[in-house]
């Protein structure tokens, strides 16, 4: 069976800083471009950052640049997100996902995998 598997999520104070981690099993993703996807009750999903399938291309929400990290470890078929600087906007369930276009992942929000997500909560 086909999983990502995310973790990492807590509650975190404000200026804190986490580290997502999503494990993927049942196929190689290494082919694939990986991304980072958030939401909250009443939003619509939201992308966060995408990474391409080496890891040498990544892109930012406006949002996040500048205080989140993608990269991924294609031999541990895992991919993180290093989020810094939190605040208490950044409050939402976190999910990743992968899929072979990183524009379809960017611009349609759109994957061929999604995990189920991990909760990430930023007191003031």
């Known amino acids: 069976q ?4 995310e973790s990492g999520g807590r509650l975190v104070q404000a200026g804190g800083s986490l580290r997502l981690s ?3 099993s049942g196929r190689s993703f290494s082919g694939d471009a990986m991304g980072w996807f958030r939401r909250t009750p009443g939003k619509e999903r939201e992308f966060v950052a995408t990474i391409s399938r080496s890891g040498g291309d990544t892109y930012y929400a406006d949002s996040v640049r500048g205080r989140f990290t993608i990269s991924r470890d294609n031999a541990k078929n895992t991919v993180y997100l290093q989020m810094n ?3 208490p906007e950044d409050t939402a369930i976190y999910y990743c996902a992968a899929d072979s276009s990183v524009t379809q992942l960017r611009v349609g929000l759109r994957a061929d995998y999604w995990g189920q ?3 990430v909560t930023v007191s003031s």
Do not use: E, Y
């Open 2 to 5: 086909v999983q990502l598997v």
């Open 22 to 24: 999503c494990a993927a």
């Open 85 to 87: 600087s939190l605040k």
């Open 117 to 119: 997500g991990t909760r």
